[in-house]
């Protein structure tokens, strides 16, 4: 069965730091992993997946992600944090290949960047 | 957002009255989904739509029902509501590719 796990409730970083968002996932064969974020009375926003090819992919407002295959992880990293990223992030999951383009989604992180 | 509208946005209700929550896109997608956010329990997938003529259940259904009224409308009915189906209502959609595309959500309370 696919899955995806956000192991953290909650990450602070403060502001001008660099900032990472946890994810590992269970999914049998090639993944399709995605991040979203969810800002205050907002729906989700799609910031980036991977599907194959270059194991970092780049997504909006200067996040990146890092698939690693080995680790069944998917981190969501930003090298400088701004007040303005506090939000939730979710991280999904759909299995390659499959007949549905069903999300798995985890329980979500919230993001917050101390000025 | 505004390629996928809900209404309401908010809504307070009684244990027991009937409730339907719509969404509407303007994007062309033939993929529709409808899911609760609950705290702590990330999204969860209540129904899903693949054309107007497909309609699955996704995995907590129990107390809800759908209908594809065309391809840009899915609506989200709630038949007896019930106090634990106090959550935030998402409607999203998607093309052949995986990218879904959310809506504002529905905030739905029920006394």
């Known amino acids: 069965a696919q899955s995806v796990a956000q192991p953290e409730d909650q990450v602070n970083v403060a502001e001008g730091n660099p900032l990472t968002v946890k994810c590992t996932y269970s999914?049998?064969?090639?993944?399709?992993l995605f991040w979203y974020v969810q800002y205050p009375n907002r729906g989700l926003q799609f910031l980036l997946k991977?599907?194959?090819?270059?194991?970092l992919v780049k997504g909006s407002y200067g996040f990146e992600a890092e698939f690693n295959k080995s680790q069944t992880s998917f981190h969501l990293k930003k090298p400088s944090a701004l007040v303005s990223d506090s939000a939730l992030y979710f991280c999904?999951?759909?299995?390659?290949?499959?007949?549905?383009?069903?999300?798995?989604f985890g329980t979500g992180t919230l993001l917050a960047v101390q000025p | 957002d505004a390629d996928v509208t809900q209404t309401p946005r908010n809504r307070i209700t009684k244990t027991g009255k009937r409730i339907m929550l719509e969404c509407s896109q303007t994007?062309?997608?033939?993929?529709m989904y409808w899911y609760r956010q609950d705290p702590g329990l990330g999204l969860r997938l209540i129904y899903y739509?693949?054309?107007?003529?497909?309609?699955n259940k996704g995995e907590i259904s129990d107390g809800y029902s759908v209908s594809r009224q065309a391809q840009a409308k899915f609506s989200l009915s709630l038949e007896s509501a019930i106090p634990n189906q106090t959550a935030l209502y998402f409607c999203?959609?998607?093309?052949?590719?995986?990218?879904?595309?959310f809506g504002p959500g529905t905030r739905l309370t029920v006394l």
């Open positions: 999904a999951v759909r299995h390659y290949g499959g007949a549905t383009n069903k999300l798995i």
């Open positions: 994007k062309g997608h033939d993929r």
């Open positions: 739509s693949f054309d107007v003529k497909d309609i």
């Open positions: 999203a959609t998607s093309g052949i590719a995986d990218t879904q595309y």
């Open positions: 999914v049998s064969g090639n993944p399709y």
């Open positions: 991977y599907i194959t090819g270059d194991n």
